[in-house]
């Protein structure tokens, strides 16, 4: 099975520089996407932009128009669609954000219909982050449409 690793960038290069910190203390390489035969993976997605800027501080539903245009972007650079995606696993710090977030999804993804697990979590990778999407993808076999 080929596997190919799109938007690969190095952590301590992408998250801006913290307060006092000459550079980010996390030194990782990742991808924004793999794609493993027909299958892809994408980073969590939040207000965090493709090239590491920031969009929505303090507001969740900006955050997650944010995620949403990635998603659609990263998934078609891997070779997909917004109708293959399968599975979105959604973050939320606050559970009165849901009613902010979840119409940005569904506007975002219409007729799409993905399995999608809601998570109210204590925290995320960085304090401005108010929410995150994970989503997995499959590219349809045409054969089988």
Known sequence: MKIERFRKFKTKNFYPTELGKPEHH???????AVRAG??????GQTGFDLEGNFHGEGDAAKQADNAC?????????????VNDICK???YLLNREDRSK??????????????????LIVSG????EML???????VISDSAND
């Open 69 to 81: 245009r990635c998603v659609k972007q990263l998934i078609e650079e891997a070779g997909g669609t």
């Open 26 to 32: 996390i030194d990782n390489e990742l991808s924004m």
């Open 38 to 43: 027909n299958r892809i993976f994408l980073r």
């Open 101 to 118: 977030v979840y119409p940005v999804i569904a506007e975002h993804f219409k007729d799409v219909y993905p399995c999608s697990t809601g």
């Open 124 to 127: 995320l990778a960085m304090p």
């Open 88 to 90: 979105m696993t959604v």
């Open 131 to 137: 929410m995150e999407i994970d989503v997995e993808a």
